[in-house]
């Protein structure tokens, strides 16, 4: 079935078969994890399937989660890394010294600080635009732009990109489109659908589901950029073990299952939170009051299990994060646990705090990862510390 195309089978068909045969020798239904550094070739540079000579280079578990994502984000390719940071640095190597890439402002601050801080020092160029705004997007591009990179929804403030549109704004001026679908997840949204270059993802994230590896991914439909991706991680090195690659594998056969409970719970929790005196702003794109909430409902199947929070002050994004139950506080996202953490302290931390601050990452912003937990337990626990009672 590995095969099969998104126009041909649902999404949850897709989720459960696609990049899987049974295995040749003995049948067996479940991708085995192919934990071998290398290949015996029955002649001298001949390797099976002329690929198969060494671990770096091709690994059947790894090629089986590729052929899934692609077909999942409706592509034709993908490629598999050691984490979400690798595959964006991927895409990034790609370019030469001297190109330059407009990047949204309120990525994950690893990703800006790997522009800022590591590629910028390779002759690589960066610009940071609210890339809400296509006109701002446009006024940013160079005749050497060769790239535009998104997030939507953003880390943390859920900000919107109208992919469509950047897409146009990108291929008009020679450059291609990168979108990280981390937050979103394919059951959510496609973005090759809607004309971007690449789909990208911490594997880490919702494609896994179990916080249980570390892991990035790249859907693509040209074959040529699959190619040179491929190229790329071979030279440079930075793939994804066959455990991880097996463990994810297994992960994204429940994606559609599980992100029908993420959606249910992170609406629940978002209206729960909006209607709380305690609480001054709530970010989350399935609720009307999202600036965005039309181009969500656009471009977007279904809303996460994201959601940010302004609570006033440091203080009580503290009180928040320390004294609940059921969500625990710490980093990551996209697990089936609920999780909870304040962003201007944790995963947005080295990003310079008058850039944080002028995008709204204040210290009393806190960012909820809502789990698949029954929905009266989430909201319990929330109101318990909230209400006072903590």
Request: aromatic share 6%; proline share 5%; glycine share 8%.
């Amino acid at each position: 079935m590995s095969n099969h195309t998104g126009d041909e089978l649902g999404f949850g068909t897709l989720a459960v078969h696609a990049g899987v045969e049974p295995e040749p020798t003995t049948g067996a239904i479940m991708t085995p994890i192919f934990q071998t550094s290398t290949y015996v070739q029955p002649a001298v540079a001949q390797p099976r399937g002329g690929r198969y000579d060494y671990g770096r280079t091709a690994n059947p578990t790894r090629e089986a989660l590729e052929a899934n994502i692609a077909a999942l984000e409706g592509g034709t390719r993908g490629v598999a890394f050691a984490s979400g940071l690798a595959a964006i640095e991927a895409i990034v190597k790609r370019l030469s010294a001297g190109d330059h890439v407009v990047s949204e402002e309120n990525t994950y601050g690893g990703t800006t600080r790997m522009f800022v801080h590591v590629l910028s020092r390779l002759g690589l160029e960066f610009t940071f635009v609210d890339t809400r705004d296509p006109d701002a997007v446009a006024a940013a591009i160079r005749p050497e732009t060769k790239l535009v990179h998104v997030e939507t929804p953003t880390n943390p403030m859920m900000r919107l990109a109208d992919i469509a549109r950047l897409a146009e704004l990108a291929h008009d001026a020679g450059a291609l489109l990168s979108v990280d679908n981390t937050f979103a997840s394919p059951y959510n949204q496609r973005p090759l659908e809607l004309g971007a270059d690449f789909a990208v993802h911490s594997s880490t994230k919702y494609i896994n589901g179990h916080s249980d590896i570390i892991g990035g991914l790249v859907a693509v439909r040209d074959e040529e950029l699959a190619e040179e991706l491929l190229f790329i991680r071979k030279s440079t090195g930075a793939v994804p073990g066959p455990m991880d690659c097996w463990l994810t594998l297994r992960g994204v056969k429940t994606l559609h299952v599980r992100m029908e409970r993420h959606n249910s719970n992170g609406l629940a929790v978002a209206r729960y939170l909006e209607s709380h005196p305690a609480v001054e702003h709530v970010l989350y794109p399935g609720l009307e009051s999202h600036p965005q909430h039309e181009l969500a409902r656009r471009q977007m199947r279904g809303f996460t299990g994201m959601v940010s929070v302004d609570v006033g002050t440091l203080e009580r994004a503290r009180a928040l994060s320390e004294h609940l139950r059921v969500f625990a506080l710490a980093e990551s996202l996209g697990g089936v646990e609920s999780l909870i953490s304040v962003p201007a302290l944790m995963t947005h931390a080295s990003v310079p705090e008058d850039r944080r601050l002028a995008m709204g990452v204040t210290p009393g912003l806190v960012r909820l990862s809502v789990g698949i937990e029954d929905e009266a337990d989430l909201l319990e626990d929330l109101a318990r510390v909230l209400d006072g009672n903590a």
